[in-house]
């Protein structure tokens, strides 16, 4: 029962969100933020380097409560608490 209430809510949000796909871009994203972090010595976890390269990409600010995605050079960063 439970996995068809969550597939029903996961169907609805689809219907009201975009979801923003990974591409050749991002890796290039991904890389530049990597490196540009690894030389401060100020890297992030990986998934997180993954989610601010989308960000980047399609230049749209990230709401988080994680203050390390502030390390992150050129990321708008929203304070969501």
Known sequence: MANRV???LIDELL???AVL??????????????NALERQGMLIPESDMWIA???LEY?????T???HFA???GLSV???R
């Not at 796909?21 to 990597?34: G, K, L, V």
């Not at 230049?59 to 709401?63: E, K, T, V």
Request: proline share 5%.
């Open 6 to 8: 969550n597939g029903e």
């Open 15 to 17: 219907k009201r969100a």
């Open 21 to 34: 796909n990974h591409d050749a871009e991002t890796a290039w994203q991904y890389a530049e933020m990597a």
């Open 53 to 55: 390269a989308v960000a």
């Open 59 to 63: 230049d749209l600010p990230l709401a």
């Open 65 to 67: 409560r994680e203050g």
């Open 71 to 73: 390390r992150v050079p």
């Open 78 to 80: 929203l304070d969501w």
